[in-house]
């Protein structure tokens, strides 16, 4: 009899299915364009936060999505959400953040970058890091920066840059940055925990080191960090 019961318990255990998370993604962008359709495929509920839910754009966006994803307003989009994706410009992410209402116990991804233009090049436009403005802002939420290192094209298409693709993760909450090393880990990229909070400003200026050579007369280059065994 009690192995009937273990029996039956281990079926239920490989017939149920993985943990899901609804995931608002605040923004309809490229960024948007490509993480919410490959959260998506994890099983995922995506929900669109936009500021013209009846747009063509956001319709279209969720249409294309799948999964039974939907779009309304930011604010509507993360009541019932566990994570909230920031996938919108980076010198606006305070404003935006302060809109979204009570954020407590979420996750928040951040995958912006602070551009601001002086010139010809971009400078880190925050005194900090966009990521300890929004951990400011919602001293609640579990704050992760991610994604924020590469373009839209190589996050859904890894394998074009000849090699693995590493996902840096800054933030103090360790629970959060196993989640989102998680979702990066299902869309065949590789996470690495690189620290706390206050390290997101480092991240952001890789990004900005990249493309003030990319655009310029200097040497343009690709970079990926690499894990050592």
């Not at 009937?4 to 309809?28: E, H, K, N, Q």
């Not at 302060?98 to 010139?119: A, E, V």
């Not at 403005?133 to 840059?161: C, G, H, R, Y």
Request: aromatic share 4%.
């Amino acid at each position: 009899m009690v192995s009937r019961i273990f029996f039956c318990l281990a079926l239920l255990i490989i017939a149920s299915p993985a943990l899901t998370d609804t995931i608002a993604v605040i923004g309809t962008g490229d960024v948007a364009r490509a993480l919410g359709p490959e959260f998506a495929a994890q099983g995922h509920t995506i929900v669109y936060g936009s500021r013209s839910p009846d747009s063509a754009k956001a319709r279209d966006l969720a249409a294309e999505t799948g999964q039974d994803a939907s779009v309304t307003t930011q604010v509507d989009s993360v009541v019932g959400a566990d994570i909230v994706v920031l996938a919108v410009p980076g010198m606006l992410v305070g404003e935006i953040t302060k809109g979204l209402g009570d954020l407590s116990g979420k996750i928040i991804i951040d995958p912006t970058n602070p551009l601001q233009r002086d010139g010809l090049r971009l400078t880190h436009g925050v005194d900090t890091s966009n990521t300890e403005i929004i951990q400011a802002i919602a001293p609640d939420a579990k704050v992760v920066k991610a994604f924020n290192t590469l373009n839209w094209k190589t996050m859904i298409e890894p394998a074009s840059s000849g090699g693995p693709v590493s996902i840096p993760l800054a933030g103090d909450s360790r629970s959060a940055k196993k989640t989102v090393a998680e979702l990066v880990s299902g869309m065949g990229l590789e996470p690495i925990d690189v620290g706390g909070v206050e390290n997101a400003r480092w991240v952001e200026g890789m990004l900005i080191l990249w493309i003030n050579n990319r655009y310029s007369t200097r040497d343009s280059f690709e970079y990926h960090l690499r894990k050592t065994e």
